[in-house]
């Protein structure tokens, strides 16, 4: 997924479960969860690199996502909002309005960059904006994944 997205220039700032890694802490998780630069060009090349992966969108098993009139194209994307995806390579969730950000502005000023074996380079969410979001979204594993962070920081094993 990160390979495609780098292949279509899509500007995004990596974060959940997988940024983690960036600060030392390695952890299983089901998806890869990103925030992208919300300008329009940058919005078009997303939703080019969505339609390569050929994303729809995850709702409940008895909803179909067509009856919203939503797409995870150019016009849906733009409205904003946080798009569960499911794709050919995976879940991929692409956050555009996240708890204890200030959007990806905000985390792009934060962020580190770090190479992704077979992918290329990407920007992951700065420890302290990690630490941010977890508290502020509360879920038993974000508060294991603070005490990981912080751990991995004071240089303590898992």
Do not use: C
């Not at 997205?5 to 998780?29: N, P, Q």
């Not at 879940?91 to 580190?112: C, E, F, I, N, P």
């Not at 508060?143 to 962070?149: C, F, G, I, P, R």
Request: hydrophobic share 45%.
């Amino acid at each position: 997924m990160l390979r495609l997205l780098a292949e279509h220039g899509v500007d995004v700032v990596i974060i959940g479960g997988f940024a983690l890694s960036a600060h030392g802490v390695i952890r299983a998780t089901k998806d890869i969860d990103v925030v992208p630069d919300p300008r329009p060009d940058n919005v078009r090349r997303l939703a080019g690199a969505l339609r390569a992966l050929g994303a729809e969108v995850m709702l409940a098993e008895d909803f179909d996502p067509s009856g919203l009139g939503l797409a995870p194209d150019e016009d849906g994307l733009a409205l904003g909002g946080n798009w569960a995806l499911r794709t050919r390579l995976g879940r991929l969730d692409v956050m555009q309005d996240v708890a204890g950000t200030k959007g990806y502005a905000g985390l792009r000023s934060g962020a580190v960059e770090r190479e992704v074996p077979g992918a290329g380079r990407f920007w992951f969410a700065g420890f302290d904006d990690l630490i941010a979001m977890k508290v502020a979204a509360g879920r038993p594993q974000d508060e294991l994944d603070v005490t990981s962070l912080l751990r991995a920081r004071a240089g303590e094993g898992p």
